[in-house]
DNA sequence: ACCTGAACACCGTTCAAGT
DNA sequence: ACCTGAACACCGTTCAAGT
């Protein structure tokens, strides 16, 4: 061995991201390991140093492309709807459906990086944006007469809340029974909450 | 050493969970480890595992301590209040004061058992409904004369939501600069729901 | 230049052996 | 009965040595 040059480095980062995403969605994001990685990959530990700085990296990686995969979702799902409220509930039934289809990949997103010192990359933060971006734009269709700061803040406001309610539902911390629940909760914090936009002037 | 007998099995069973907590504060969640929490002691690892099953054990125990501390600090900050309203929004700002102040150990609440298929113990279930019984209250006083599914509902949905939005704040995913913002949406989230509340009939 | 294999300092968990 | 110390099978990360 040693010196094989089967792949290309942006192959083996492709190879890494796979693999390193399949075990996520198989056993989760605190079962990941380097070694795991690597095997999965049929190459040794050492090789995956020379791809990424450390195992942060690689994740922090995986959940931009769980990310972009998750934009691209709300897109669809916000494309074609009769009206703007209904927009915003089509997205969040998206959102909803994404967690619950890729709870584990999904769950990495957040459960990565809480007590992290270290910087997101600007590849991540800028998929965050794109999706708030995405929420501020069918808010801005809902309330047309608001200021873009309103709007930016509503934005974060309700799907921080969605992303809450997903978190605590997924890990049985919202105190509810079924998962259906899980809707009922959504829809009653977004409908409330468009409710309340309406009708603060 | 061996068969020393300095402590009761309580009294041990507060040291473990003291230094964990005091781990998990200072380094955070990721950081614990038995051998560490043995070490603050002055035990053995064995030991540990005479009185918790397994670390994830340990763990839910500082989270409902956690909880405990959480709970008590919600009621406080409700208790006195010229109007129910302002209460909602005095036990948000309570929420978010105790997060910033003891980060780690409020992250440690949601991220830790996200993938785990282990049942929460009663006693843990138990302080996150009584969270929740709290909001109703709340909420109860600004509607009263909606029914209890509803009350339940609104109350899941709008600490959904808070905590949500702290989570995103606080691992730098909300797409905003100062911490001052976090107040701001969690306000906007709070009172645009409030008024949704008392819009929809 | 690319990759390996071994090393280092850690893990969670178990359990025979000591007092 | 209580506690230790060593063991097992793992970790993340580094880096000399091989091709």
């Known amino acids: 061995m040693a010196r094989r040059n089967d792949h290309s480095r942006e192959e083996l980062r492709q190879m890494a991201l796979d693999a390193a995403q399949f075990i996520i969605e198989a056993q989760g994001l605190t079962a990941l390991s380097a070694r795991k990685v690597a095997s999965r990959m049929g190459y040794t530990v050492g090789t995956l140093y020379r791809l990424f700085e450390h195992l942060d990296d690689l994740i ?86 608001r200021s873009a700061e309103d709007i930016a803040r509503a934005a974060r406001a309700l799907w921080g809340g969605v992303q809450g309610i997903c978190v605590l539902a997924l890990s049985d911390k919202l105190d509810i029974d079924r998962i259906e629940t899980l809707s009922e909760v959504a829809d009653s914090l977004v409908g409330t909450y468009l409710a309340g936009l309406g009708a603060r002037h």
């Open 60 to 145: 922090v990686q995986v959940n931009a492309r769980t990310l972009a995969e998750l934009n691209a979702t709300l897109e669809r799902a916000a494309a074609d709807c009769p009206d703007a409220e209904r927009c915003v509930h089509a997205a969040t039934h998206a959102y909803i459906d994404f967690a619950s289809r890729h709870t584990r990949r999904w769950s990495a997103l957040y459960e990565h990086g809480i007590e992290a010192d270290i910087q997101l990359p600007r590849h991540f933060t800028e998929q965050i944006a794109s999706m708030y971006d995405q929420v501020e734009a069918l808010l801005q269709s809902v309330t047309p007469q």
